[in-house]
């Protein structure tokens, strides 16, 4: 048989059988666990569930989707479609990075780590009512390695081999695996083989595919709205892992390329939750009737997921924005009290880390162990690696601070650029140009204050707005000078890492890596995160990191939350808690038939 048939492999060693998987081993729920803890299990099914939509791919998102493909690089995919799958296991929400089985009822691991053996269930069911079988697992790895979209192939990197054996899929690590690596294999969606074997894999497309999950695609049209819906007799509505979880009938994206229409769509209940990420929205345009006589309702939600990384991406695969010198200047010249206090009322704290929001985040000087981790790169990364970690200087709030911009220019002075004619100009003659971009105009006002700042450096800064199509292709293809992006990392990073710091991702299509980091110390740190054996030693290892990433001033921070503002039309229940890694919104959130009765004798 080919290597991924029907053979298993020779290789199989002493195995230990479990009902889920992590990152370290530690499991919060025994094996006969009824359900999670923080869904209610006899929530009632029925109604809808409606929120805007955008197209989320691998952390970009786009305003409109012309695709149902949402596991390769071509195409806007429609957002939600991971609904319509089965997964071997899948993740528990109030834990760091646990897993128990969907499509797979066990796993059993040899001793060395580097075979797993997933037990397929035999009610698991595509939607047609055919089997989900050993083979389509199988065939899921093996297509998605081979020609699913390039973050996945590299993710899966680690993989050997994927195998059919009776009843069971067998994916055989390489030696030295990424540590969640296994996780990412057994969360990914399983497609069926007999569907695939007429149509291509890599296309983009709006047949709408065959699926195995909670819900199937409904009623669509592209780029507007997306419905998904229940699935009433799923097979794996009864299991641990999904009581109480998907209880809405009908989930449905509403689609908005403007968002102030968007928002105005909201207070016309043209659809019923929304998470708000403007803060001068959530201060200001939340006094509309429904919320002065509660038919909507607001809340905030504590977040306690590592907040990540947001700002300026400065691509340094540009010749001009090479030297750190310059893109230190361009974080100088950032005036984020001014901001913060003018246009986001005082709604945020600055970002330092790319691990904000986490015990991941380095602070004060390196010891101990995380200085033994640093020690071979001493005199290979910046001196500071050693100190205290990069932290933004902190501005007067004026909006323009004249010692921030004077500490800018020296280091512009420093780093060979001079002023002539009122431009900074290079030792080669030609003048600093850096273009922002963007692809729709919510994050205007903050920028061009900043812009502004730059030319008093006599940096040549503009700004340019594109359409979403064409703002995916460019930084796709890394066709930019800065850009915003927002990104965070689970509780248990690993592999992912590679795609957003390596030197790999740098130089591949489509990758996060937006900064075209390629740093031999970044890449042997982020290979021992991967090998970290516990949890106290992962945390070391990426504060090590972060040092690193710190000092090669990459990029311009934002700002954080650690909350989610939300609001809603009120006629839904929730249980008391949410998950502490999740929102829990929608899958543990129900329709209430009494609170939409009640809205609707009051005219909604």
Excluded at 118 to 140: C, N, V, Y
Excluded at 546 to 561: E, F, L, N, S
Excluded at 576 to 588: H, Q
């Amino acid at each position: 048989m080919g290597r991924f048939g029907g053979a298993s492999p020779a290789r199989a060693a002493a195995e230990r059988e479990t009902h889920g998987i992590s990152a370290f081993g530690d499991l919060k729920y025994p094996a006969d666990f009824p359900h999670f803890d923080y869904v209610v299990p006899d929530a009632p099914k029925g109604g809808t569930f409606s929120q805007i939509g955008s197209s989320r791919q691998f952390n970009q998102s786009f305003l409109t989707f012309n695709s149902l493909n949402s596991y390769i690089l071509r195409g806007d995919a429609a957002q939600g479609m991971e609904l319509t799958f089965a997964s071997l296991m899948t993740r528990a929400a109030d834990e760091p990075d646990g897993m128990y089985g969907m499509a797979a009822r066990a796993v059993r691991i040899s001793a060395d780590g580097l075979t797993y053996r997933f037990l397929m269930r035999p009610e698991a069911r595509f939607h047609d009512g055919t089997k989900i079988t050993a083979q389509d697992a199988a065939f899921s790895l093996h297509v998605m390695k081979e020609k699913g979209h390039p973050i996945i192939q590299q993710m899966l990197r680690d993989m050997e081999s994927a195998q059919a054996s009776g009843d069971s899929v067998v994916v055989q690590f390489k030696d030295k695996r990424g540590r969640d690596v296994p996780l990412f294999v057994a969360g990914l969606p399983i497609f069926s083989r007999a569907y695939y074997a007429k149509r291509p894999f890599e296309e983009s497309t709006l047949e709408i595919p065959l699926g195995s999950g909670p819900y199937k695609v409904g009623r669509f049209e592209a780029g507007r709205y997306i419905e998904y819906e229940r699935v009433k007799d799923w097979w794996a509505a009864q299991l641990p892992t999904f009581r109480g979880l998907h209880n809405f009938d009908i989930v449905r994206f509403e689609y908005y390329r403007d968002r102030d229409v968007a928002f105005e769509g909201f207070t016309a209940k043209s659809y019923l939750f929304r998470e708000e990420f403007t803060s001068r929205i959530w201060a200001t345009r939340y006094e509309f009737p429904a919320i002065k006589d509660g038919r909507v309702k607001r809340d905030v939600l504590k977040d306690d997921t590592p907040s990540g990384a947001q700002g300026w991406f400065i691509n340094t695969r540009r010749a001009q924005l090479r030297d750190p010198r310059l893109r230190e200047a361009l974080i100088c010249a950032f005036d984020f009290e001014w901001t913060n206090k003018t246009i986001m009322y005082g709604a945020y704290e600055r970002t330092h880390s790319v691990f904000q929001n986490s015990d991941m985040m380095a602070t004060g000087k390196p010891a101990g162990e995380e200085l033994a981790l640093l020690e071979p790169f001493r005199g290979k990364v910046p001196d500071e690696v050693f100190g205290v970690p990069f932290v933004p200087p902190v501005s007067d709030g004026s909006g323009q601070d004249r010692q921030l911009l004077r500490r800018a220019s020296q280091l512009l002075q420093d780093a060979g650029y001079v002023v002539k004619d009122g431009k900074r100009i290079a030792k080669n003659g030609e003048p600093i140009k850096i273009e922002f971009l963007l692809e729709e105009p919510t994050f205007q006002p903050h920028h061009m204050p900043y812009i502004k700042n730059l030319s008093l450096l006599g940096i040549d800064a503009t700004l340019r707005i594109v359409d979403p199509v064409q703002f995916r292709a460019r930084v796709d293809d890394f066709d930019f000078d800065v850009t915003v992006q927002r990104f965070g990392f689970s509780t248990s990073p690993g592999d992912s890492l590679r795609s957003y710091f390596s030197s790999q991702a740098a130089d591949t299509r489509g990758s996060q890596n937006l900064a075209g980091i390629a740093e031999p110390s970044i890449d042997s740190l982020i290979t021992t995160i991967i090998a970290a054996k516990t949890r106290p030693e992962l945390v070391i290892a990426c504060r090590a990191l972060d040092r690193v990433i710190r000092a090669g001033r990459y990029w311009v921070p934002h700002w954080y939350k650690a909350s989610h503002w939300i609001a809603y039309w009120d006629m839904f229940s929730r249980p008391k808690e949410k998950p502490r890694y999740s929102r829990g919104i929608p899958e543990s959130w129900w329709y209430d038939t009494q609170k939409a009765a009640k809205l609707d004798r009051r005219g909604y």
